[in-house]
């Protein structure tokens, strides 16, 4: 009996001893310091508790920098949601309390309406954006050719665009596959991103020819290069600008919002793709779009 208690005593003694880095990680999330970013402080960071206590600081520390990315979101989202509403307000002010005849009163309200269509196009862009979010696994997807998807970009830009140039060059590998090549997605998706990106080189080209090649970057992927001869993107930019409602620091005199990018290369990371911007040598950018192909 006595070896008995004595075992028991000793198992109790070991249980506690185990379980106070346990108990010491609890009474730290119970009472949290007031200083921020809130972390566990382990009492040894190579035992269980320590590992522990090392991956909650992880994930609390994703967390934070998510939060600390969607408030800088709303905070673009607001100022440029608020920018054209505060233009539609001066100008309907002024139509209302100076405008004395009809066609002053149509040219107030015409510049209103032209403010109100870039409010709708930001709000479209956003919420096309925000629909995005953790739609990858459940993202519908069939066979798509390629080529077919590209014409229609072309077809599309060319009439938002009249008088713009746009050259389609196919490489000889691509010519000589004995399919059109074919990517597993979803073709509304991948229409509008390669819409956005032939569209913002048309854009910023300065009126000058937009140039796309298509060609094999692999025996299991294709590439799509998106030329444009504009003014070019400082090598600074070139990773800043995918980030929701940034732009470049040379195009703030042209119209735009900064979601055309960002939205293409969400739709490409969803068909497992990358999407690259670089100078393009003598002046302007390629974009380059890279999808593997079933």
């Not at 999330?29 to 320590?50: I, K, V, Y």
Request: aromatic letters at 4%; glycine letters at 10%.
């Amino acid at each position: 009996l006595g070896a008995v208690a004595l075992v028991l005593v000793l198992g109790l003694l070991f249980a506690w001893w185990a379980l106070r880095p346990f108990d010491r990680l609890i009474g730290q999330l119970r009472r949290p310091a007031a200083t921020r970013p809130f972390r566990l402080q382990p009492m040894s960071a190579h035992d269980e508790a320590g590992v522990l206590a090392q991956a909650f600081n992880d994930l609390l520390a994703r967390q934070e920098a998510l939060a600390q990315s969607q408030q800088a979101f709303i905070a673009k989202a607001s100022h440029e949601l608020r920018t054209p509403l505060t233009t539609i307000k001066g100008w309907l002010e002024t139509s209302l309390a100076y405008d004395a005849d009809a066609a002053s009163l149509r040219e107030g309200i015409g510049r209103a309406t032209q403010e109100l269509d870039k409010l709708t196009a930001l709000a479209n862009g956003l919420l096309h954006l925000a629909s995005l979010e953790g739609l990858g696994p459940g993202l519908e997807r069939h066979p798509v050719e390629l080529m077919d998807v590209l014409l229609d970009v072309i077809d599309v830009v060319q009439h938002q665009r009249p008088g713009q140039r746009l050259a389609l060059a196919v490489g000889e590998g691509v010519q000589q596959q004995a399919k059109a090549p074919t990517v597993l997605g979803n073709s509304h998706l991948l229409r509008t991103a390669l819409t956005n990106l032939v569209d913002n080189a048309c854009k910023y080209s300065g009126g000058q020819p937009v140039a796309l090649r298509l060609e094999m970057h692999t025996d299991q992927a294709i590439r799509l290069a998106i030329e444009d001869q504009g003014i070019g993107i400082a090598p600074a930019d070139a990773e800043r600008i995918f980030q929701p409602l940034t732009r470049g620091s040379n195009v703030q005199a042209i119209s735009g919002f900064g979601i055309g990018l960002t939205l293409a290369r969400e739709i490409v990371q969803l068909h497992q793709g990358q999407l690259r911007l670089r100078p393009r040598p003598g002046g302007g950018t390629v974009a380059e779009v890279e999808l593997p192909l079933v």
